[in-house]
């Protein structure tokens, strides 16, 4: 006696692809009926499947640094220490090194305002960033008048994105900040 089989495709169960890690490396994958697609990682967050998050709470990636403009103000030594703090202990007022992430910066920054940066003048008159460097003298440098000028101007603000120019105030002032944080995988090692 004969006995006829049909396989109806349909009713093949799907494999969930998905369940091998190494399908969709550094990418989202979605699992589809028959198949399967590799998808590019939501900004900010990074793989396996996405989940991982490549900055801390409340910071954006801008290009290879972890950044968040405060809307709140401090003055200089306050604002540090509180992007500090938001970048778990990693984190420090942003030090601008090329215009690029100048004008992606100014894309998140209120117009009418300007914001503590990380440079500051030490007491013989050079400038150095707040993780301690000595200002680079080939990265992005715009004063709007000399940083020197005048001496109880201590303390760098970045201006938005009308003249991409940097202007020295008194550190007490209180102004909003942008605070910058190392991406996950690229955070100093502590001791
Ligand atoms: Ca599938």
Redesign the pocket.
């Given at each position: 006696m004969f006995r006829f089989c049909f396989i109806n495709i349909s009713t093949i169960p799907?494999?969930?692809?998905?369940t091998d890690p190494g399908v969709c490396p550094g990418q989202h994958c979605v699992?589809?009926?028959?198949?399967?697609r590799c998808q590019d990682c939501p900004i900010g967050y990074s793989s396996p499947g996405c989940k991982d998050r490549d900055c801390p709470p409340q910071f954006q990636k801008v290009g290879t640094k972890c950044i968040y403009i405060s809307s709140a103000k401090a003055n200089f030594q306050d604002a540090n220490a509180k992007c500090r703090d938001l970048g778990k202990g990693f984190g420090h007022l942003t030090i601008i090194e090329d215009k690029l992430l100048y004008k992606r910066l100014t894309n998140q920054m209120a117009l009418e305002l300007n914001y503590w940066i990380g440079i500051r003048s030490e007491a013989d008159g050079s400038l150095k960033y707040v993780d301690g460097r000595p200002m680079q003298t080939n990265a992005y440098n715009e004063w709007e008048t000399s940083p020197k000028a005048n001496p109880s101007m201590q303390c760098a603000m970045m201006s938005g994105p009308k003249d991409f120019v940097w202007i020295m105030r008194n550190c007490d002032e209180s102004l909003p900040f942008a605070c910058e944080a190392p991406m996950k995988n690229n955070q100093p090692l502590i001791g």
């Open positions: 799907d494999v969930n692809e998905c699992n589809l009926e028959g198949s399967f």
